[in-house]
């Protein structure tokens, strides 16, 4: 609830600013529905997103060039489809991508993001300073995990602001579309899915309207 009321004042780094800069400019061409793959590593589930969704914008973004530059090996899209990957940091990508009043139709989540000590619990998307940007962007929301707890108390911070969520698990024959997913499914470990729809307003809360 602290985090709702209080806009993150973190200064911006410019090399995140120039990353959006770049992406903006085909959101801002862009009719169609946006769908924003955060943390999306190596790209793999960018492209399955893109092959699933052919009318929508598809975006991944991710911190590491490592991963990004392992794309090819992991892309299993039809070639054509609509999308692209961006190396940006997160906290800094969400926050300009409120301030350019993005709403999005769909937004990914997957993998692995749990810092699992009670100590580090700010440091878990729900509960870090830029989490009402996510809300902000409004959407339909999917996260995975491996980890119930963690979308389990994603699922509580939602209900702080009357957003319900569901969760449930991922079959065992479920396709993986990462490779985080792949390692998890192989070594037997029960995968979570999380939904929720965010509202596309954003008024549930006040600190970025503040700024």
């Known amino acids: 609830m602290r985090h709702l009321r209080s806009p993150f004042r973190k200064p911006i780094q410019e090399h995140n600013r120039e990353a959006f800069a770049q992406v903006q400019k085909l959101v801002a061409d862009w009719q169609g529905p946006i769908i924003l793959d955060s ?12 092959e699933q969704n052919p009318n929508a914008l598809v975006i991944g973004v991710d911190k590491s060039a490592h991963r990004l530059g392992r794309h090819a090996h992991y892309q299993n899209a039809e070639a054509g489809q609509r999308y692209i990957l961006v190396r940006a940091d997160l906290h800094d990508f969400w926050r300009l991508a409120v301030e350019a009043h993005w709403q999005l139709d769909q937004h990914y989540i997957l993998y692995p993001n749990p810092w699992p000590k009670a100590a580090h619990l ?35 911070s939602l209900a702080l602001v009357n957003c319900s969520a569901s969760i449930s698990p991922l079959l065992a024959r479920h396709e993986p579309i990462t490779p985080f997913e792949r390692k998890y499914q192989r070594s037997g470990q029960q995968l979570w899915e999380l939904h929720a729809q965010l509202p596309e307003d954003g008024r549930y809360f006040s600190a970025i309207e503040a700024e």
């Open 122 to 156: 700010g440091r878990r998307w729900h509960g870090s300073p830029v989490w009402p940007y996510v809300l902000g962007l409004g959407g339909r929301l999917v996260m995975r995990s491996n980890w119930v707890t963690y979308l389990t108390e994603v699922a509580s």
């Open 39 to 50: 943390c999306c590593g190596v790209g793999e589930s960018t492209a399955y997103i893109a």
